[in-house]
Structure formats: C-alpha cells, structure tokens
C-alpha cells in the first residue's frame, strides 16, 4: 500500500469553526495533527498577509501587498526564490499589532476571541488559498515529478507571486510533506474504518484493498506520487524526510497487521506473522496502483476482480486445516 506521512508538516492559518472531522483512530493521523497545531502560523497574522493577486481576487491586507510589491521590485517578475522568500520576511515582520489585537479581543473571562463576520470570510479566503496550492502542488508533482517541479511552477498555477508562495510554505520539500499529509490522514482514517467495521477478516481485508484502489482513484495524482516515492530516488533527501515517510509506512502496516490477527482468530485468514503477511497485502496493493490505468501511465490493466479474487486467494487459510498462528 503506497501511503505515506510526511515529517514535517504545512503551516496553515487556523480555519474558522467547522465540523470536526471523525477523531482517526491511528497514532499516525493524529501525530499529523499535532504537529500542525505546533506549527501553524497566528491566524490575524497570516491573514493580514494575504494577497490582493491570490485565488479570490479580494484585499485583504498590506502585509501581504508589502511582500507582493518587495517581490516586483527585485526585477525578478516573481521568479526569484530568494527574493521572494526576503520579501515574505518583512511582511511577516509587521504582524504583531494584528495578532496583539486578536488578543485584546478575547473576553474578561479570558475566553477565546469572537471573530467578525470581516474575519471569518478572512480566514475563508486563506483556507481555499491553501487548498489551491495544495492541489497545484499535488497535480505537479504527480505528473511531473516531485524533482521536475518548481516552486515557481506552483506559484504561477495558483496565480500567486513566489513571495506570497513564501508566506504559506518555507520550502519544496515542506509543500510535499503538506501535501502528502493532507492525503495520509484522510486514507488512514478510511483504513481504520475499515478495522473497525463488523465482518470477517477476509471480508474486511477485500475491504481494505478496495478502499486504498477507490482512494488513489480518487485523488491520481497522488496517487502518482505515492508509486513515485515508493522508489528510492524518487524520495528528497532532506534529513528527516525518510524516517517520516518510513513512519507512515510502518503506521499502516500496523493497521493491516491488526486485521490479520483478527482473520486468523476467527480462522478466515491464513497463519502466519501478522506483520510479514500484512508487508505481503500492502506490496500487492502497490503493485496494482502502479498498473492501474486510472493511476499510472502503464498500458497493461486488471480487473478489479481479478486483483480482489487474487488477494483473497493468497491469504485464504490453506485447505489442509493447519491451525491459525
């Protein structure tokens, strides 16, 4: 199974309130979230740097203005990595009056502030402004390669000048990692439903191959580049960066080691190490991604059928009767 967890992650403004996604009953999943909630930027400061040239069209803000202006004036055209990143600098700069009055606004009883319907559509603007590079970055990426693309390239598919870029994200390989972990956490929690959920384990497996086929369908892009990054090459090596991904790896091997223990009691899945049959699963599910035409560029093609009756086969206990392990 081609899934990854990045080491670090993307520092996002804080949202408005919204509907809390179901709690992911993995460590993986919510280590990704806490490693945002230490990272993430103040939401009046990040906001205050938003663009009058981002996705909405609308001003929100000088910081942002200031960063866009210092870019121009490096006569770069925004194409200047270094420049831009020094003109994020100084918009980040002049942000503490924001945040400080984001403080005072919290009540007497020391209770969280109450935003304004002015800064509710703020915050709304930064969230798709992020989910735009996210999903620039993600088609990049996967059909480009992570090596083949640009931050630049990000930039001028989100229609963003690379010093705006710079106020959301520090550097490529912090982008991939937001960008894998957007996806990791959604495909974790699907994969404890799974392991959740009432049935055998041989039903629950074949639920399980079908889930991570549906959601790399779903999302071919990273889809893409999950095979991509499965190969060693195709992994940055930025220090840090390989033992995250190692970790994602091992968190879902985890989960499907845990189904194979619950198919083994109930006697629907053949004995063995649970871990070692649950590497064996996740290969096989790697493998169809990479040849699935939905996903891939790769000519040949299976029916899902095919690939489920397959998986089935080769972990259904053997007919000889030998106990489950």
């Known amino acids: 199974m081609a899934t990854t967890s990045p080491g670090r992650t993307f520092r996002p403004a804080p949202a408005a309130p919204a509907e809390a996604r179901p709690a992911a009953t993995h460590a993986a999943a919510a280590g990704a979230r806490g490693a945002d909630a230490r990272t993430a930027r103040p939401a009046d400061a990040t906001a205050t740097a938003r663009a009058s040239d981002g996705p909405t069209g609308a001003s929100t803000g000088t910081a942002r203005d200031e960063a866009v202006a210092a870019d121009d004036d490096t006569g770069a055209g925004g194409n200047d990595a270094d420049a831009g990143k020094s003109a994020a600098g100084s918009a980040r700069h002049g942000m503490s009056t924001a945040k400080n009055g984001a403080a005072a606004a919290k009540d007497d009883a020391g209770g969280p502030a109450v935003l304004s319907p002015r800064e509710l559509r703020r915050q709304e603007r930064l969230r798709v402004g992020r989910e735009q590079i996210l999903d620039a970055a993600e088609e990049l990426f996967g059909r480009q ?173 053997p007919p000889d009767g030998t106990p489950a392990g």
């Open 145 to 317: 390669g992570y090596r083949g693309t640009s931050l630049q390239q990000v930039a001028k598919r989100c229609e963003f000048s690379i010093g705006a870029l710079y106020l959301f994200i520090d550097s490529k390989e912090e982008l991939l990692q937001a960008v894998l972990n957007r996806r990791t956490v959604d495909l974790m929690e699907l994969m404890a439903a799974c392991l959740a959920a009432e049935g055998t384990g041989a039903e629950l497996l074949a639920r399980l191959a079908r889930t991570q086929v549906d959601f790399h369908r779903r999302y071919p892009e990273f889809g893409r580049l999950s095979i991509q990054l499965m190969s060693t090459p195709g992994v940055p090596g930025t220090p840090g960066f390989r033992e995250g991904f190692a970790r994602g790896y091992d968190a879902a091997i985890e989960l499907e080691a845990e189904l194979f223990v619950r198919g083994q009691h109930d006697g629907t899945l053949r004995p063995g190490d649970p871990g070692c049959l649950a590497r064996l699963f996740s290969a096989m599910v790697t493998a169809y991604h990479a040849m699935d035409p939905e996903v891939s560029a790769d000519s040949a093609a299976l029916p899902d059928d095919i690939f489920l009756s397959t998986v089935a086969a080769a972990f259904a206990p």
